[in-house]
């Protein structure tokens, strides 16, 4: 089917031969119709194509559109809560990699301190053996421990303020109390003074320094225990707190994988 068109007329009635931005509506025969150039806005309308060019061909309805295709759900939206395992803190932690992995490296680290301090302290007391050896002391070291050198009564005394005598070395003149003594002695016997009262005061105040170095030679070795002991317990409270901040942050990680709140 075409759509028969009038060819236009100029005034004086006379068919025009050309026409000016449109195709001629007919052929060279004067006949049918072979191709017409619609006006632009016709294509817009609603439900038309556009004839191919040429063809001769009118407008049609055109195929509708397939209806798009409903969006899939959007699984990001949000990530599902895992269920709460039936475990106590307790037995989670025991079961966090990243938690035991601190907790051993702690337990490491303070292991490895211990060990230290504990060959500082040998040394240490073989250090003190080995001056109380020099200095001629022949008794007991533990019993420096407690007991103190009471310099006005100018004797030991024990925790409970009993005096107590301690034995020096009088024969091994390698010690500071042997070659004391026996050059003493020799001094005085050379005399002729051993029963005298010069010779009494002689040996007092020998024993008397020899007492004020093993005093001072105790009391330092206690001193250096006592900070040991202070070392020792200051390194396993810092371990403690680490391993309390390990958990902390453990049980932090649990409750947010669970979505545990308090």
Known sequence: MVFPIAPPWDTTGAKKSTWTGIPKPWDTSGGNIQNVTAPSNIFNQPGWLKPAAGTGNVLGPATP??????????????????????????????????????????????????????????????????ALRRLGFSGNSSILD???????????????????????????PNTASGAGIINQLNDFASRGMLRSSAFARARNNLLRQLNEQLSSTSTARNNAMADFTKQEAAKKQETQTGKTSAANEAIARWKAQYGITG
Not at 108 to 124: G, N, V
Not at 148 to 168: F, H, M, T, V, Y
Request: no cysteine; hydrophobic share 35%.
């Open 65 to 130: 559109a397939a209806p798009a295709a409903p969006a899939a759900p959007d699984t990001n939206q949000y990530s599902p809560i895992a269920p709460v395992p039936d475990m106590t803190q307790e037995d989670f932690l025991k079961t966090d990699s990243a938690y035991t992995t601190q907790i051993g490296a702690l337990n490491t680290a303070l292991s490895a301190y211990l060990q230290d301090l504990a060959a500082q302290k040998e040394r240490y007391n073989v250090d003190y053996d080995n």
């Open 146 to 172: 407690t007991a103190k050198w009471d310099a006005s009564q100018n004797r030991w005394e024990n925790p409970q303020g009993e005096g107590i005598g301690l034995n020096w070395n009088e024969q091994d």
